[in-house]
């Protein structure tokens, strides 16, 4: 992973969607919005199970293994355009099926959204972790 | 272009921003928050002028036109998981550096978008075309 500034972690553990774009190998993008945890270091997103009943999102996992490099976005909008900004983070991603790792960040979503707490499937999909090998942050003001 | 349902024309015309995510030829992939006009068939965007000065826009530019492919996304999200939502929609993109369609189309951001009135700047950059080949409606709702 890439060093981060203090302002973009902390643009990381404010936010409470980001959008995930992936690619299949041939180059044609894809993009979600996402629910994610930071830990400090990688970035962590629970994909909802069943994915054996659905076509999309057996094809995104597939690109993914096939692909396994992300854009992670966070941005933030309003009317006033002198405070625009967005931090764009190009990952490596690895999709961890089972283990201590998948677990730790299982509870990290939970505790970050209650919402997860309520859902009787949650926990039972995958979970991908996203490492960021690069950043760009701007902001319309310049900072 | 595809047909659109009247609820994601409706979604098009009322959204403020949207997400788009491309993708170099070899499967990098890459997003950033843009804002947009949609006429009815087609999405435009406004790109900053002096693409020169910034190497990240010239390459963004290169990458569209090596591989003029796009995934436009506009999604709701709010602490309420019962009511979130995307449209996802896959589109062919064209650059146009100039000429009565991107003229029109810089006239419908402005007329969209009052902040781009005041931009001395608007209008010297290129426009790109989003024309859409593929639609994905997703609602948490069911919807």
């Known amino acids: 992973m890439i060093p981060l500034s203090p302002a973009d ?15 299949s190998p041939d180059g044609q993008p894809h993009a979600i919005p996402i629910c994610f945890v930071f830990d400090g270091a990688s ?3 629970a994909i909802d199970p069943k994915p054996k009943r659905d076509p999309k999102r057996l094809r995104r996992l597939a690109n993914l293994r096939a692909n396994p490099r992300a854009a ?14 967005y931090l764009l983070l190009h990952c490596r991603v690895e999709i961890l099926e089972a283990g201590a790792e998948r677990a730790r960040a299982l509870a990290l ?7 997860y707490r309520d ?12 490492v960021p090998e690069g950043a760009h942050h701007w902001t319309s003001a310049g900072g």
Not at 9 to 23: K, N, P, Y
Request: contains cysteine.
């Open 119 to 130: 859902m009787p499937a949650f926990g039972e999909g995958p979970v991908i972790r996203l």
């Open 72 to 85: 992670f976005l966070v941005d933030h909008y309003e009317e006033d355009w002198e405070r625009l900004g």
């Open 9 to 23: 972690r902390e643009c990381l553990g404010r936010a409470r969607v980001a959008r995930l774009a992936t690619a």
């Open 43 to 45: 970035l962590y997103s």
């Open 109 to 115: 979503l939970a505790e970050k959204y209650a919402q």
